[in-house]
């Protein structure tokens, strides 16, 4: 059962990511998509498998998307929240955006398929500039196989100069200034 499942949902994972890239939204108006997941699939307190989604729009207009499944759990959970960010936030983002070393940062490159692992981690983001949409991020698990080491080293380095980033995007769940309220949300904005 379990290697089953450390085949399937990896697959889903990574099928997750790559939808990233699809919006129902107008893309001219996103300043910035990140994807966070985590997924553990030894037995836990707690949900093992965490999914979130966050858009930021250009006037400053949040949409969070916060999936949630328990080990072995038939379905996940999905609550979607909106809010808005501060002027000075949103300067605050911007300015880690258009860091020398988020700027600089070359494309995510998706794993090879990590099947017999237990712990995945993948923190994808879509940067939504003039000229182009910059996809940065990093993909990390344990066990077997091991990642590249050319694989590895990207997304070392993609990790350490996306901390601000990930630290930012973590903290702003509790943002209680951006004014959280729940909305209904049955399609999933985040996803196609």
């Not at 996103?30 to 707690?46: C, E, F, M």
């Not at 350490?160 to 309220?181: D, H, I, M, Y």
Request: glycine residues 6%; charged residues 25%.
């Amino acid at each position: 059962m379990k290697s089953i499942i450390g085949l399937l949902l990896p697959c889903v994972l990574l099928a997750q990511i790559a939808a990233g890239e699809a919006s129902h939204e107008d893309s001219r108006s996103v300043v910035l998509r990140v994807s966070d997941w985590q997924l553990n699939l030894k037995p836990t307190a707690g949900p093992n498998n965490v999914g979130n989604c966050l858009i930021v729009y250009a006037d400053g207009r949040l949409h969070l998307e916060l999936r949630r499944q328990e080990f072995f759990g038939d379905n996940a959970s999905l609550s979607t929240y909106e809010g808005v960010l501060s002027n000075q936030d949103l300067a605050f983002l911007r300015s880690i955006l258009d860091s020398a070393d988020v700027r600089k940062l070359p494309k995510f490159r998706l794993p090879r398929h990590p099947s017999a692992s237990d712990n995945f981690e993948s923190f994808v983001v879509d940067i939504y500039r003039e000229e182009a949409v910059q996809k940065v991020g990093y993909f990390t698990w344990e066990g077997e196989p091991k990642p590249r080491e050319d694989d590895k080293a990207a997304w070392a380095e993609q990790r350490a100069a996306l901390q601000p980033l990930v630290q930012w995007s973590r903290e702003t769940k509790s943002f209680k200034k951006a004014g959280w309220r729940r909305v209904h949300n049955a399609n999933s904005t985040c996803q196609p």
